[in-house]
Nanobody, 122 residues
């Protein structure tokens, strides 16, 4: 069983930065694929970024097109934490951000955090 807790959300002006953190409990978390998703009011949840284990200490990162060049996903396996650095934030980035995890070899995200609110003012 994996439990995920997000933190780091808040209110920021357009052009600013925030760093979200997803702290996990559970064994072998370093082998899990971890994704960040977001959901704005009245909109469907959308993919933001993911980090996928490739074996050893190697990971693949992938981003939604609108986040490329602005967001960076990273891992601190010593702390069982996945980070999402968000720069050049825009008002349209306002949403609740969720992290999710799935074990290697599975296709569905089985574990979700409670979400953290990010609000970007213009």
């Amino acid at each position: 069983q994996v439990q995920l807790v997000e933190s780091g959300g808040g209110l920021v002006q357009a052009g600013g930065s925030l760093r979200l953190s997803c702290a996990a409990s559970g064994r072998a978390f370093n082998t899990y694929t971890v994704g960040w998703f977001r959901q704005a009011p009245g909109k469907e949840r959308e993919f933001v970024a993911t980090t996928r284990w490739r074996g050893g200490n190697s990971y693949n990162a992938d981003y939604a097109d609108s986040m490329k060049g602005r967001f960076t996903i990273s891992r601190d396996n010593s702390k069982n934490t996945v980070l999402l650095q968000m720069n050049s934030l825009k008002p349209e980035d306002t949403a609740v951000y969720y992290c999710a995890a799935r074990s290697a070899g599975t296709s569905e995200y089985a574990y979700w955090g409670q979400g953290t609110q990010v609000t970007v003012s213009s």
